[in-house]
């Protein structure tokens, strides 16, 4: 049937991505929705899935957002600039730092201030301890999506404690930091922190291995994982994915290289790039980007001169930008992290906008489930790295 | 009728205890609360930190995170419930089977924390389940969550289930079986909220009166 006012020449209906596999009876035709979540314990937060099957294959995914919308964009243009700040350590709160480097760094594009050294080394560092938690915190939450009830997740849970202790002795909170300033940073770390830092650094390795020992030679995780939810590169790049989800299609693309934001031009480090683009990959990904994240800590440790940590020119209260607009993005540990300011010269944003990694990495989380069975969607959902609180915002 | 305290300890040299059935109960019940795995926002990592290796939920029995509401006894509410959100929770509420207790962990959960100016974020979980323990934070610490559990562990302490020994648990008996959902409306939650568990604080209409208590202005410090 048409409708009556469409064009009598429209174009035909496009082939279905999935085909059906041959109905044999009455029974094989039987297509079955499904609603996962929002309230399952592998949705990771409130997101809902729902989804078709045949049998137990997905035939089709339609995600559902939005039950975490909690207006960050609507505050943050009723707020002021700095009041902002804190509100993005509740996007991704995973990695609550680097969403402060991505805001400061829009304002400082905005206003055009610069940062002293010394703040840009802790800026670094702050950053890639952040990455170096989230990622071993996604594996071990894929692990348990896989079925390891807890055990690895309890592990990377351990880790991350060490890295929050630092956290805490610096800035004063275990997640929410609020540790970025415009121009600098809130407080300096003192060299106890330092020898803190250094003795996670020298001990990561060895976590590191016994990890891998476990987790990535371990058949089950392999069957599972290989050759399932496979990205091609061509449809990454089109549909705008970055971060390690990219990467492990083999796109190299990693703004720390790209922008070279801060001080990234000065450390020597690799962007490990995969080759199918399957679910291990992906996995695979995040601990090899954790290697290099020490990589740049270690670097950044030794080279760390001293000095002050804010711009002494920029004022943070009653903080007025000229007009103009600006957008700034980071390599979170998701991927892109986008932040687009326009400015009336108001104390208060005239548009925000954030480009959140998670959300744009979930677009195509029905390519990738189509044709796979049910649990190996849960385990792709996993691997994409969602952080509710991003994607809906 | 409680055994008295001296004879107890009598009985308990001769190797015998004394104990009531409540007791027990209470104990069993305290020792093994199992938690709803229910995470809304950032106030779930902290929760589940608490269940990592550091802080040890399980030396409080609290460990066993249950997928189904069905299996559940407590529901931590972690994290901002949405308007959208809101509604599910109520139904995950009503599917636990009693006793039931809850927490409502984190500012958000609590009344909006931050994020209350916002036009989809319910100003407090408590309009619409009765909460027996909340929790400050924004994320509350690990501890606090402790603290939490323990609270509530004394509650269960103090309830009465048999009927020998008087109040039951009136609190629990008087509930209704099960709590109206809200419905997501045109520009709200209708109802915007549960008036049996909840009612907009009493106005302040009169001034108070100066000179009198503790909410007279300071004079001697300026004077
Ligand atoms: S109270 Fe704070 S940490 Fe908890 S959910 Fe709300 S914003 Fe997140």
Avoid at chain 1, 54 to 64: I, Q, R
Avoid at chain 1, 136 to 160: I, K
Avoid at chain 1, 253 to 276: A, M, N, S
Avoid at chain 1, 279 to 297: P, T
Wanted: charged share 25%; hydrophobic share 40%.
């Amino acid at each position: 049937m048409r409708d009556v006012d469409e064009p009598v020449g429209a174009a035909p209906e496009p082939e279905p991505r999935y085909k059906l596999t041959p109905v044999e009876s009455a029974f094989d035709q039987q297509q079955l929705e499904v609603s996962i979540g929002p309230q399952h314990p592998s949705t990771h937060g409130v997101f809902r899935m729902d989804v078709t099957l045949d049998g137990e294959v997905v035939t089709k995914l339609k995600p559902v957002m939005g039950y975490l919308h909690r207006n960050h964009e609507q505050i943050a243009e009723r707020t002021t600039y700095l009041g902002t700040m804190p509100f993005t350590d509740r996007l991704d709160y995973f990695g609550s730092l680097a969403n402060n480097w991505g805001y400061a760094l829009t304002v400082e594009k905005l206003a055009g201030i610069t940062v002293p050294e010394r703040a840009e080394y802790l800026r670094v560092i702050m950053c890639e301890l952040t990455r170096v938690v989230n990622h071993t915190c996604v594996a071990g939450f894929l692990l348990q999506d896989l079925g390891a009830w807890m055990t690895p997740l309890v592990w990377a849970l351990r880790e991350r404690e060490k890295v929050l202790d630092v956290f805490e002795s610096v800035t004063g909170a275990r997640m929410m930091c609020n540790y970025f300033r415009f121009g600098g940073v809130r407080v300096d770390m003192t060299d106890d922190d330092l020898a803190v830092v250094q003795k996670i650094i020298d001990e990561y390795p060895a976590f590191l291995d016994e990890f891998e020992a476990l987790m990535t030679k371990n058949e089950i995780l392999q069957q599972r994982c290989q050759g399932v939810g496979v990205l091609s590169k061509e449809l990454a790049i089109s549909a705008g994915i970055s971060g390690p989800m990219a990467r492990a299609s083999g796109v190299p693309y990693d703004v720390r290289k790209v922008d070279k934001y801060g001080i990234y031009d000065r450390f020597d480090f690799k962007v490990p790039l995969g080759e199918k683009g399957d679910v291990f990959d992906r996995y695979y990904m995040r601990v090899l980007e954790v290697a290099e994240s020490l990589k740049i800590l270690r670097q950044a440790l030794k080279d760390m001169p001293k000095g002050p940590i804010q711009d002494p020119k920029t004022k943070i209260r009653n903080f007025r930008p000229a007009k103009g607009e600006a957008y700034g993005r980071i390599e979170s540990p998701k991927g892109e992290l986008g932040f687009y300011i326009v400015s009336q010269g108001d104390k208060s944003p005239y548009r925000y906008h954030v480009r959140a990694p998670s959300f744009v990495n979930l677009t195509i989380l029905e390519d990738m489930c189509l044709g796979h069975k049910l649990a190996d969607a849960i385990v792709i959902l996993g691997a994409v790295d969602i952080v509710l609180g991003e994607v809906d915002r | 009728m409680a055994v008295d305290e001296g004879l107890k300890r009598e009985l308990a040299r001769t190797g015998v205890v004394t104990t009531t059935f409540e007791a027990i109960y209470n104990w069993g019940r305290r020792s093994s609360i199992w938690p709803l795995q229910f995470g809304l926002a950032c106030c779930a990592i902290e929760m589940m930190a608490t269940g990592g290796a550091r802080f040890d939920l399980a030396r409080f029995g609290a460990e066993v995170f249950r997928g189904s509401p069905r299996q559940a006894d407590l529901m931590i509410v972690a994290g901002t419930v949405t308007k959208k959100m809101a509604p599910q929770v109520v139904r995950l509420w009503n599917q636990m089977p009693e006793p039931k207790y809850c927490i409502a962990m984190g500012a958000c959960a609590i009344a909006g924390g931050p994020f209350k100016e916002g036009y989809n974020v319910l100003k407090g979980i408590d309009r619409f389940i009765p909460v027996d323990v909340h929790i400050p934070g924004c994320p509350p610490r690990p501890e606090a969550l402790l603290h939490a559990i323990i609270t509530l562990q004394e509650k269960i302490d103090h309830q009465h289930f048999t009927r020998l020994s008087h109040p039951i648990a009136r609190e629990i008996d008087e509930r209704p079986a099960e709590y109206p959902i809200p419905r997501l409306g045109k520009h709200d939650l209708e109802p915007p909220a549960n008036p049996v568990v909840w009612q907009p604080p009493e106005p302040v209409r009169s001034l108070p009166i100066v000179g009198q208590g503790a909410l007279a202005p300071a004079k001697e410090g300026k004077a």
